[in-house]
């Protein structure tokens, strides 16, 4: 799966998933993930380097997470 920016108007307005993410270089990587099976392993890797990382799964929720990982916000386009 390529993700992207989620728009904040996708589904419902305002979605409740979608936060816009500052210019800046503390931003957290996050995936929310649904399937009818277990999901085992998420996976994340930045701008197209080919190396990628694990992301954790706090307490069951959907909510994936990179642990200690952040983003810089400050080169993306759009």
């Known amino acids: 799966m390529r993700q992207s920016w989620l728009p904040r ?35 994340f890797s930045l701008d197209g380097s080919g190396v990628w990382q694990d992301m954790q799964q706090p307490s069951g929720a959907p909510i994936w997470c990179a642990g200690r990982t952040l983003w810089n916000s400050c080169s993306r386009v759009g």
Request: charged content about 10%; hydrophobic content about 40%; aromatic content about 6%.
């Open 9 to 43: 108007s996708l589904g419902i307005s305002p979605n409740p998933h979608a936060y816009k993410a500052p210019a800046g270089a503390a931003n957290p990587i996050r995936a929310l993930v649904f399937d009818p099976h277990p999901v085992t392993r998420v996976q």
